[in-house]
Structure formats: C-alpha cells, structure tokens
C-alpha cells in the first residue's frame, strides 16, 4: 500500500504482513502520530515497514481489539507516554504495552506544545475545553475583552512588553522540557534553532520538529537510511504567522501576513476574533473557566 493511498483509519484493520523480511513498527500517539509514520514511511530504502494506529484521542471502543492485535505484531512500538486509561479508554502506553511480545522495544516521543510563538492561544486539548467556533484555540485577547477586563482595542493593541513576551517563550520552553524528560527524543532544543516557523500553532510543529522525532525514531532503533525533507507541511493544515510583536521580541523577521489558514482558507484574526466574540457571550461558563485556568498567562502578558 502506498504512502498516498494510506489511511490512518486503516491502520488497525491492516493484518500485519506475516512472515515479512523487514521488522514492523507501529506508531502510536494523537494527531501528530501520523504524520510521524509518514516520515518515516518516506526514508530511503527504509529496512522496515511502518503503520500508525488510529489516533488514540478519537479511537472507538470498537477499535480497541484491533488496536491491541496491531500492537501484539509490532517488532518496534514507537508510542507517547500516554497516561494508563487515557480519556477513559485503555490506550494509554501501559496500556499497551503488554500486548507486546517479549523484548519488542519502546520508543517514546513527546506530543509538542509550544506556546512561546503564540503567546496568547490557548489550544483545545482532548477531554478538555469546548472547541470554539471557525478556528480550534481560543485567544487570550478575546477572552480578555469578552470578559471587560480590558478593551477590545487595548487588548489587541500590541502593548505588551517585549520583555513579557520573551518570559513567556521561556517558561514555555522550561515546561516543555519537564514534560520530555522521561521520552528518549526531545525536542526543546529544536524549538530554539527552528525559529519561528518551529509550530504553527501551539500544538501543531513544523517539519523541522516532525523530522527531527522522526530521526531520532531511526537512531533509537539504530537505522540510518536517510528520511527526506517532506514536500509540504505535514501539520499546517491549521496555521497562523507569528505575531509583529512576538517576531521583534523574539528576533525574528516580521511576518507578512497576520491571517489564520485553516485547510487552504484565509481567515483575517478580526473574523476569528468577531465570531468567537459573539460565540463566548453564549457560552459564559467556558469564560469562566478560561479566565481561571489562564490566569497566570494572562496577568503575565497584561491582557487582565
């Protein structure tokens, strides 16, 4: 089956080959797990054959047993370090992992968040938040002047201290790192070399990031074949540029856009700013909790 006609549903109803000369190995994980088996999937005369699971923040209970006789034929699980029962269903590495033959080997990545580029979006975890209207994150900016704690203009007037915004992109990079530790491929370093096109959103990385997991996957695992740069942005389905006040603060260029593109539609930050505007007056308690939750943030960037 070709990399073009794969699909990540596919993969757990997908007989592992038997008797194959080249060992498999299963990637597991949410939204970024695919994009991960595409990469390696790519690698030059790769001596193994790949396949993603579905992913586990919207697996069925009905795919459970295909997901564990998928695992029970992994010659490598490469996997997050999902929690035991995550979102209520038995997904989770520990989970899984004893549906692995003895001595298979497990190789953990990290699930990238990174809020230093994108300061005051706040993305819509699973079990978490309500996903808002027109684009899946919530901005701090909005929620700010929804809740009368400052102007809509002073809001997004860009007032914010250059030296706030580089705190930010720091504590950013610290959390980062405490959540990596226990995975055999970080990327925290990564981040600071990609520069600004490291994520497109705060829970969406640029190939850099993709390749550089996917790389350390193969290292891991001691294979060398090469993996490519990919021909477009693996996760920039969903993406905003860089605000002007983020790139002079953090050095970089300034963008040439500031509007949102969502599956190849450009969205100005005014439409998404009206529309969710409108949305949170309906949606009160999904203020509340926001302005609860982000407190800190938002007392740091001085949009309270």
């Given at each position: ?208 990031l993709m390749l550089h997991i996917a790389r350390g996957i193969q290292e ?85």
């Open positions: 089956m070709s990399s073009s006609t794969y699909r990540p549903d596919m993969a757990a109803a997908m007989p592992a080959p038997v008797g194959a000369d080249r060992p498999l190995w299963i990637v597991h994980g949410g939204p970024q797990a695919d994009p991960l088996r595409r990469l390696l999937f790519s690698a030059t005369d790769a001596p193994y054959l790949v396949a993603s699971t579905p992913s586990a923040d919207v697996i069925s209970t009905d795919e459970i047993w295909h997901l564990r006789r998928l695992v029970a034929e992994a010659d490598a699980f490469i996997t997050e370090p999902l929690p035991k029962g995550y979102l209520g269903k038995p997904v989770g590495m520990d989970d899984l992992v004893p549906f692995l033959r003895p001595g298979t080997p497990v190789i953990t990545f990290p699930r990238v968040h990174f809020e230093g580029l994108h300061p005051y979006q706040v993305g819509v975890q699973p079990g978490g938040l309500v996903t808002p209207p027109v684009v899946p994150y919530h901005d701090l900016r909005t929620i700010a002047a929804v809740s009368g704690h400052t102007s809509r203009e002073q809001a997004w007037g860009g007032g914010v201290s250059a030296r706030a915004l580089r705190e930010c992109a720091a504590w950013s990079l610290v959390r980062m790192r405490m959540s990596e530790a226990s995975t055999d491929i970080r990327v925290a370093d990564v981040v600071r070399t990609a520069g600004a096109s490291a994520v497109h959103t705060v829970d969406r990385p640029g190939n850099a891991a695992l001691g294979v060398t074949t090469g993996i490519p740069e990919p021909e477009i942005d693996l996760l920039g389905q969903c993406s905003v540029p860089v605000s002007a006040e983020v790139a002079v603060a953090l050095g970089f260029d300034a963008p040439t856009s500031s509007s949102w593109s969502v599956y190849g539609k450009e969205l100005s930050i005014e439409e998404v700013d009206e529309e969710q505007t409108r949305w949170y007056h309906d949606h009160p308690g999904i203020l509340r909790t926001l302005l609860a939750h982000q407190h800190a943030r938002m007392d740091l960037l001085g949009v309270l």
